[in-house]
């Protein structure tokens, strides 16, 4: 994933990267379900990172399906979720 492309371009990045996407994630435990729904899937998009976090609320939960990076063709990101049903 992202983080040894950020651990490249400075030590400890990499760690920021992973940090802040599980904050993103945990953010979902008050958030989940307000955010826009692209391809069938509800998607937050990260704060301080060109990701985006991919998930469906079942059963009053939020599960996160993908964490995709938003610089990939939008035709690809939609096949790869397509996948997931």
């Not at 998009?45 to 996160?64: D, N, Q, S």
């Amino acid at each position: 994933m992202g983080e040894f492309f950020y651990d490249r371009q400075e030590p400890g990045v990499g760690d920021y990267f992973y940090d802040s996407l599980f904050a993103e994630i945990d953010s979902l435990l008050l958030y989940a379900g307000i955010h826009p729904i692209r391809f069938d899937f509800h998607r937050l998009l990260a704060g301080r990172f060109p990701y985006a976090i991919y998930y469906r609320v079942i059963a009053g939960e939020a599960v996160v399906f993908r964490v995709l990076d938003c610089r990939q063709d939008p035709r690809w990101i939609r096949e790869i979720l397509a996948e997931q049903g």
